[in-house]
């Protein structure tokens, strides 16, 4: 018997027009990249992802999508970091793919899923996972002590101004400096630890 | 390298173009053409209209190179279209045919560097190799634009068949895909655009072609056309005393490699007939047209080096044997 091959989709939700309405982390829309990779709403959990995205399946290639590709499973999401991992067959992952690519709203709040990785093992994909999580968080961290320097230099801020209003380039430093996303982190990796006992189980 | 080579142009304090390009920079793109389209007759104040993007209209995204692009919409087959004169003001010149016959026409004749073709639409005729194949030999490209097909259902129906019939008639060759956003969230990154187009029909590798190697060109291929003599020959060095005998080598090297490049324009004027341009807006930029040239010039020396040193091991060779063949009967006596 040949073993069923499969493919991991790590995907990260973006925000193009800032955090989704009540996400967890407030205050944290300071540089661009964070704007864009806000937390998503507590809302959007496994259970709701996966019925989103086969309302998506079925919408763009109707009973046949689903037939081929409805039996993927959201093997793990974190809406802190809006990262997850889906699992699907490997015949069939470009037409997942496809309809992730096809979604541009949750809840009403326009999103977009970036699809990462394409791996084989889970393990590649939380590597993977891993890795992205710690350059978003230098790159944040490298973005801060430009607006940092920058004090009130509105170039600086980059697109973080559209956003923040009238909110002041010195305050949106101090908010930075609160370390919330280093907790961010450690979390994805417990959790990814887990995750990974399950899947040798 | 990711090219998304149209986003329309608004003005440069709209803050939804602001947030598509920061949008692009976030998902991975690194260069961006701002998109102006005209409809009808073009304007006599062209400059004014091309001056209106500045030259760096976002400068907190430094990763990103900005180009100007206008997009001619073709409605009226005997109106003549001063095209020539817009490479001047544009850095890319794309035109959109609205029936068979202005497509033809694109194809055959008219003086651009993209034929965009809209894809939201049904078209009520087919697309031929006879006709798309012409403007693929003159090194003109098409453009899928997929925004419009993210957003609205009846778009996207249209763009899978336009596409698809796109993709089957020119055999997958001279395809660019764009996004043509109006809004951040239109934006897809660009290997979910590499796979979106492998649902038309396209291998992952052309479909990347089409995201990075096929934009490049038509920027590479405008660019040459804009600048150089005929598009075939190009000074890129500029400035310094200049040395008589280096000059002269840099010469024929490039003539070589125009040469090459475009043999049947080459045909009628020689290598002496080298023609100084003297517009390079910025010495970087003539810099890495200078570090394009190199490789096409290298791999011309090349085999002509190997053959000597085969001919030279050769002749060794032979030089051996028979040296062994008269010791060997010196031996044998």
């Known amino acids: 018997m040949v073993r069923v091959k499969q493919r991991y989709l790590l995907f990260t939700i973006l925000y193009p027009s800032g955090p989704p309405t009540g996400s967890t982390i407030t205050g944290s829309k300071a540089t661009q990249s964070m704007t864009f990779h ?43 970091t809006s990262t997850g991992i889906l699992r699907i067959t490997r015949d069939n992952y470009r037409t997942l793919w496809a309809a992730l690519t096809y979604i541009n709203e949750f809840h009403g709040q326009p999103a977009v899923i970036k699809v990462i990785r394409v791996s084989g093992t889970i393990r590649k994909a939380e590597h993977e996972a891993v890795k992205v999580a710690e350059e978003a968080i230098r790159r944040v961290k490298k973005e801060a002590i430009g607006v940092k320097d920058g004090q009130g ?29 280093d907790g961010m982190v450690v979390d994805i990796v417990d959790s990814e630890n887990d995750d990974d006992d399950d899947d040798d189980d | ?95 959109r045919p609205t029936d068979e016959k202005l497509l033809l026409q694109a194809c055959t004749s008219l003086e651009c560097d993209l034929i965009s073709i809209d894809m939201s639409v049904r078209h009520p005729y087919h697309f031929k190799y006879k006709v798309l194949g012409q403007a693929i030999s003159r090194g003109i490209r098409f453009e899928i634009t997929y925004s419009a097909s993210v957003n609205e259902s009846n778009a996207r129906r249209n763009l899978l068949s336009n596409a698809a019939a796109l993709i089957r008639a020119t055999k997958g060759k001279g395809i660019v895909i764009s ?25 992952q590798e052309k479909g990347k072609d089409a995201i990075s190697n096929g934009p490049r060109s038509v920027m590479i291929q405008a660019k040459i056309k804009r600048q150089s003599f005929r598009g075939v020959i ?10 008589p005998a280096s000059k002269e080598v840099a010469k024929t090297t490039i003539s070589q490699k125009a040469l090459v490049k475009r043999k049947a324009e080459a045909g009628d004027n020689d290598g002496a007939a080298v023609e100084t341009v003297k517009d390079s807006p910025q010495p970087a930029e003539s810099a890495k047209l200078d570090g394009e040239a190199t490789p096409g010039q290298s791999s011309e020396n090349r085999p002509s080096k190997k053959q000597k040193k085969l001919e030279m091991r050769a002749a060794k060779r032979a030089a051996a044997a028979v040296a062994k063949g008269l010791s060997g009967s010196v031996g044998a006596e």
């Not at chain 1, 709701?48 to 290639?61: K, M, P, Q, V, Y």
């Not at chain 2, 760096?56 to 900005?66: C, E, G, L, Q, W």
């Not at chain 2, 996004?179 to 291998?203: H, Q, Y």
């Not at chain 2, 190009?234 to 040395?243: F, H, S």
């Open chain 1, 38 to 80: 806000s937390p998503s709403s507590p809302n959007l959990n496994r259970a709701s992802l996966a019925s989103l995205i086969r309302s998506s399946i079925s919408h763009n290639f109707g009973d046949w999508g689903i037939g081929q590709c409805g039996g993927f499973a959201v093997k793990y999401f974190s809406p802190a």
């Open chain 2, 179 to 203: 996004s043509e956003a109006r809004k951040a969230m239109l934006c897809r990154a660009p290997f979910d655009v590499i796979n979106l187009a492998t649902l038309w029909g396209l291998n």
């Open chain 2, 234 to 243: 190009n000074v890129v060095a500029g400035g310094g005393i200049p040395k």
């Open chain 1, 153 to 181: 230099v509105g170039d600086k801020k980059g697109v973080a101004g559209i956003f923040a209003g009238s909110r002041t380039a010195a305050q949106v430093a101090t908010v930075i400096d609160e370390d919330e996303d």
């Open chain 2, 1 to 95: 390298m990711f090219y998304d080579l149209n986003i329309p142009w608004t003005s440069k304090d709209d803050p939804e173009l602001a947030r598509t390009v920061a949008f692009l920079e976030e998902l991975g793109y690194n260069v961006v053409a701002l998109n102006q389209t005209i409809a009808g007759k073009i304007p006599s104040n062209i400059a004014g209209i091309a001056n209106s993007i500045p030259t760096k209209p976002f400068p907190n995204h430094a990763s990103i190179r900005f180009l100007r692009r206008v997009t001619i919409v073709l409605d009226d087959p005997s109106q003549n279209y001063g095209l020539a004169s817009l490479s001047n003001n544009f850095d890319i010149v794309a035109v």
